[in-house]
């Protein structure tokens, strides 16, 4: 009877784990860390104005304030996750983020610079899904915006002042990563290339 009592309540036990299990998914991937590097670039090689072929074929006139081969710098990026509510914000943590550069604290959002090779990497990363934001500051036409990047100005918020603020004169290209615990995303992105993207 005492064995069968013992019996029943290990199998309730485990019920309840299994519930909370289902019910709250803590997979290895979504409690560990990650890191990402990769090139973020540009084709075009010197100040001023130059004439590109955008991914759809189209050419495309921008602005190249990064200067030429020595001298240019490299495009700075942001790292957002896409699993939370961001219509949370404060205001002031809004402009803080856009006008100040410091990301609301408790939320997975990196804000970085490629190094004058393009290079650049990040390390102890929440593992989960992520948007890459890359800033082309000069650029008023990526090609025609990728779904990714539609996404983005639909998951931001107050997208309008994110354009003004962040991306200023210029434009911004998103695409998707994915951050795997104890492992390494490489994610680059070439502006201007018929494939800009290749995430690996």
């Not at 205001?91 to 983020?97: G, V």
């Not at 951050?179 to 201007?192: F, L, N, P």
Request: proline content about 5%.
């Amino acid at each position: 009877m005492k064995l069968c009592k013992k019996f029943l309540s290990a199998l309730c036990l485990l019920s309840m784990l299994l519930c909370l299990y289902w019910c709250f998914p803590l997979t290895a991937e979504a409690a560990g860390v990650g890191s990402i590097e990769g090139t973020l670039r540009s084709q075009l090689g010197k100040a001023g104005v130059d004439v590109i072929q955008t991914a759809d074929g189209r050419k495309a006139v921008g602005f190249n304030f990064n200067g030429g081969p020595g001298e240019q710098k490299g495009l700075k990026f942001q790292l957002i996750d896409r699993r939370v509510d961001l219509s949370k914000l404060t205001s002031e943590e809004i402009h803080d983020w856009y006008q100040e550069e410091k990301p609301p604290k408790d939320y997975h959002i990196f804000l970085g610079q490629a190094d004058a090779q393009g290079h650049y990497r990040l390390e102890n990363v929440p593992a989960g899904d992520y948007f890459m934001v890359v800033l082309l500051p000069g650029q008023r036409d990526a090609g025609l915006p990728s779904a990714d990047y539609r996404a983005l100005k639909e998951y931001l918020p107050q997208w309008d002042y994110f354009e003004m603020s962040v991306v200023g004169i210029g434009s911004c290209d998103a695409f998707r990563v994915t951050i795997r615990s104890g492992g390494e995303t490489k994610a680059d992105y070439i502006y201007g290339a018929p494939f800009p993207v290749r995430v690996r």
